[in-house]
């Protein structure tokens, strides 16, 4: 016997499997098309520098790499922002604003397969482009709830924790932290979480921090919900657009799902405003989606300086929720008909009929080779046919055939024109 073959982070995707994943997919497709997004999609492939103007060298460790045979260094896509800023950097000028543009691609990613993380995986992706901080986060945010409530989860399963990028960077800023130490700071307070309390206080002892500085990371650290933030002495631009991004959510009716969280402080390098992941409230699992504001990427891509928002959710943690809360529906079959032939004499009669309720839309079975028709009902049976139609030589003389309905196991005698039109 042969060893699996398989290979390691990827999926096999039997019946059962994709159509749960269909689910999902179906539920965030139609949430995006109701907000008024365009879906688009981009190539499998790009080029490997396209990935290193986002992240640098460093990204080739979490991609799938290789050289063509035409010598070209390229990569199995990772993300879709790039290929996303890649595309609108040559349509931004003529395209009327905002772009409103979602995707659900799928990515490969090298990484360490784990719960909730597998390299091979599908991302909805959400993004307004031209649009300044404001409507459109608040906006964006809510497609990502609405996608959850849509699947059956509601406020009391999940939270968008929400924080500001330019009220962080300049808070510390303020306070004096270099920006090489904010950096280092940015990653304890997010790790905060997923490490003890004395841990992530012995690596903030080591950034050597004054009197003054450890008392602004503490009250930093005190903002608990949005009163808090209010109350805070200091205020910059990002405090301001934070506090008028809850204001739109309680306006929106979407607060019960969100709550501010300043551990939440997303590769602050990148991010430029409104910053947001959405995580189970159990927090046993990995974020569901994470996303916010990047002002500066689509200049890097070759574009111009345009505001931008947006985010990621994958499918992988989400199925998992989901499938912890019971919400992925049962697999089961829909076959309308099955069609059921006494003899072979039938088979033509019973071609026609089939074609004929197809055309229709009706999901149409019937066995390829002649079986007694004990072993035809049972096939029905096994499928889940709603019902059976048996075409026998009597009845057909008269033109007509028998359908059995297999919920009720009533039968009648309907007329074969009812079926060929």
């Keep these: 016997m042969k060893s699996d073959l398989s290979v390691r982070g990827m999926r096999d995707y039997y019946p059962d499997v994709y159509s749960r994943l269909q689910h999902i997919i179906n539920a965030w497709r139609k949430t995006a098309l109701c907000y008024g997004f365009e879906e688009f999609e981009g190539p499998v492939i790009e080029s490997l520098d396209l990935y290193k103007i986002k992240s640098g060298d460093e990204i080739i460790r979490q991609l799938y790499n290789f050289t063509d045979k035409g010598g070209r260094e390229l990569a199995l896509r990772p993300e879709l922002t790039p290929t996303l800023a890649r595309m609108i950097a040559k349509v931004q000028s003529e395209a009327p604003k905002p772009i409103k543009w979602f995707s659900i691609p799928r990515c490969m990613r090298y990484e360490k397969p784990q719960k909730g993380r597998l390299r091979e995986f599908f991302q909805f992706n959400v993004d307004i482009i ?177 505001p931008a928002c947006g985010f990621g959710m994958g499918d992988v943690v989400l199925g998992e929720v989901l499938a912890e809360k019971g919400l992925l529906p049962a697999y089961s079959r829909q076959i309308d008909y099955f069609l059921v032939r006494i003899t072979e004499e039938e088979l033509g009669t019973l071609l026609k009929v089939a074609h004929s309720l197809r055309q229709k839309g009706f999901i149409v079975e019937h066995t390829y080779r002649p079986l007694a028709v004990k072993k035809q009902m049972a096939r029905a049976s096994k499928v889940g046919a709603n019902k059976v139609v048996i075409f026998g030589a009597d009845e057909l003389g008269d033109g007509k055939v028998t359908e059995k309905d297999m919920l009720t196991g009533k039968e009648l005698k309907k007329a074969l024109t009812d079926y060929i039109q």
């Design 130 to 306: 031209g649009e300044e901080e404001g409507l459109g986060d608040v906006e964006v945010i809510s497609v990502a709830i609405d996608s959850l409530v849509a699947l059956g989860l509601t406020e009391r399963d999940f939270v968008v924790k929400i924080n500001n990028r330019d009220f962080v960077s300049e808070y510390f800023k303020s306070m004096g932290v270099s920006e090489d130490i904010s950096l280092r700071l940015y990653k304890i307070i997010d790790n905060a979480r997923k490490v003890d309390e004395q841990t992530t206080r012995d690596a903030i002892d080591e950034l050597n921090f004054n009197q003054a500085q450890k008392k602004a990371l503490d009250d930093y650290l005190a903002i608990k919900n949005i009163q808090d933030l209010k109350s805070l002495s200091y205020t910059n631009d990002g405090k301001e657009a934070l506090i008028y991004i809850f204001s739109l959510l309680e306006a929106a009716g979407m607060d019960d799902f969100c709550s501010l969280d300043v551990a939440v402080v997303r590769g602050l390098d990148y991010y430029t405003g409104t910053v947001y992941e959405i995580y189970d409230r159990s927090e046993r699992m990995r974020a569901i989606c994470g996303g916010g504001r990047y002002n500066h990427l689509l200049k890097e891509f070759g574009g111009i300086e345009i």
